[in-house]
């Protein structure tokens, strides 16, 4: 799937900016192939234009933000670099400094405005009205958890191939075995999954190695321990993994009346679009422990390491994931791909009640044939 050419991704929400990082000005990004431009306005809040000038075409985001007299500051409108026209949130010319003052500007000189808004400490884009809402993250506002902002990267591969990766139980032991993975034990674990409206719940417990290194993060000190694995799929391209290691064993040696819960780890991605070759990993960490308890800098450092994993065999799987599954000989599957079987299921539900169909390079290569 080529996901730049499914108009319908283009009505969903996306996670596009940390909010921190637009504290010093405009900055650029390419969401669905589409060139934005993101800034602060003058109230603080986030806005997204197309990032091109409609007067000689520069990119907006080469430009800064101004107060309502045109003096450069952190938030306002955004200006252009090269002769200063001005943009309000809207899109909208307002100020063109080579005209006087008193001077009407063409209510037709504008750049396409998206929506955006700010949420759990990004800044979300939709280009189009959107069809869903924002997943929910119950824990970025909940006192019992700390936020830990994790990733903010961009990957040479697709949505759809993190996304099935997400749920994958069978690449543990191959992917990760310099980690977590427990190499002698390659038969994966098996969900149980509940579809819902927005995607589905999957839930299961593996096994993962626990050396002593991971002590603060797990919680306990078997040498090998459980992870309670909750993980769901929300359309289009997030999930949420909820893992609960066990509850620690008391002096005695008993874990049925704890003394502190298990340790939990809800990690939720964001797998935005950028083109048909990349996307932006946008990863929250939420955990129930203090930073004494464990360091922020473990836990991005535990986490990056099992990422790198991810993300070095990610990046040579073909982005142009196959989603329509009557296409036979592309891919071959086995029964622990079922999450990833599911996902195609639920993206082709969307493509359907939107009147598309999967748009693959084939396509390209079939359409030159017949051309010829
Ligand atoms: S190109 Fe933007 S003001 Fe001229
Ligand atoms: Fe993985």
Redesign the pocket.
């Known amino acids: 799937m080529l996901v730049t050419q499914q108009p319908v991704f283009r009505k969903f929400w996306h996670a596009v900016m940390p909010l921190t990082e637009l504290a010093n000005g405009p900055k650029p990004f390419k969401l669905l192939g589409e060139d934005i431009v993101l800034f602060m306005d003058a109230e603080g809040q986030p806005a997204a234009l197309r990032d091109r000038?409609c007067?000689?075409?520069?990119k907006l985001s080469k430009g800064w933000c101004v107060d309502a007299e045109g003096k450069a500051c952190g938030q306002g409108a955004i200006q252009?670099g090269?002769?200063?026209?001005t943009y309000d949130r809207s899109g909208q010319v307002v100020r063109i400094p080579q005209y006087e003052a008193d001077r009407a500007i063409s209510p037709d000189y504008k750049t396409p405005a998206y929506h955006c808004t700010a949420r759990y400490g990004f800044a979300w884009v939709a280009l189009e009205d959107p069809i869903a809402d924002i997943p929910a993250i119950p824990e970025f506002d909940d006192p019992a958890f700390r936020t830990i902002f994790q990733f903010y990267e961009t990957w040479n591969t697709s949505p759809m191939r993190a996304l099935e990766n997400s749920f994958d139980n069978s690449h543990f032991s191959f992917v990760h075995r310099g980690t977590f993975g427990v190499a002698a034990s390659p038969k994966p674990s098996k969900y149980n999954l509940v579809e819902n409206e927005t995607g589905f719940y999957a839930e299961t417990v593996i096994e993962a190695v626990n050396p002593e290194k991971f002590h603060a993060i797990s919680g306990v000190t078997e040498p090998i321990t459980t992870r309670h694995m909750r993980n769901a799929y929300f359309l289009p391209f997030s999930r949420r993994l909820d893992i609960e290691y066990p509850a620690p064993k008391d002096d005695a040696g008993n874990s049925s009346r704890p003394v502190k819960p298990g340790k939990r780890h809800i990690i939720i991605n964001c797998f935005t679009p950028i083109d048909d070759g990349r996307m932006q990993l946008c990863q929250w960490l939420f955990r129930n422990d203090t930073e004494a308890d464990c360091a922020a800098q473990l836990l991005i450092a535990f986490d990056e390491e099992i990422t790198r994993e991810d993300k070095e065999i990610l990046e040579s799987t073909d982005p142009d994931a196959l989603v329509d599954t009557r296409r036979r000989g592309v891919e071959d599957s086995m029964d622990s791909d079922r999450p990833g079987m599911l996902i195609r299921k639920h993206l082709m539900q969307l493509l359907v009640k939107h009147g598309e169909v999967e748009v693959h390079r084939g396509m390209k290569v079939i359409a030159l044939q017949q051309a010829a």
């Open positions: 000038c007067h000689r075409t520069a252009c090269y002769h200063g026209w």
